[in-house]
Nanobody
Framework: QVQLVESGGGLVQPGGSLRLSCVAS????????IAWFRQAPGREREGVSC????????MYPDSVKGRFTISRDNVKNTVYLQMNSLNPEDTAVYYC???????????????????WGQGTQVTVSS
């Protein structure tokens, strides 16, 4: 079965950290551009990190730069999102996404991605 499955979400206090995981099955993440998006209630889904498929170089929006880190393990066919210094504005459902084929670019546009996970809830609250 071709799918992406996220895990690692939960409730964390402000200032805390979480590491999200996204495991691919039925296809390889090698050479594909991978991204993490999030969607808070009543808001548009927004990109929070991207890892270029052919180089592994990364991109982040200013809202999370310096706090979030995307990484990938091609052997485990898994991508991670390390989130530090979390604040209540980071509360959202987090999704991982991958391109359909090899890619050398990064994008925060949802339409650029073919594979999507079901999402994992992250709640930052005291």
């Amino acid at each position: 079965q071709v799918q992406l499955v996220e895990s690692g979400g939960g409730l964390v206090q402000p200032g805390g950290s979480l590491r999200l995981s996204c495991v691919a099955s039925g296809f390889t993440l090698n050479y594909k551009t991978i991204a993490w998006f999030r969607q808070a209630p009543g808001r548009e889904r927004e990109g929070v990190s991207c890892s270029r498929g052919l180089t592994g170089s990364t991109m982040y929006p200013d809202s999370v730069k310096g706090r979030f880190t995307i990484s990938r393990d091609n052997v485990k066919n898994t991508v991670y999102l390390q989130m530090n210094s979390l604040n209540p504005e980071d509360t959202a459902v987090y999704y991982c996404a991958a391109t359909s084929g090899a890619a050398s670019w990064c994008s925060m546009e949802r339409a650029k991605y073919y594979y999507w996970g079901q999402g994992t809830q992250v709640t930052v609250s005291s």
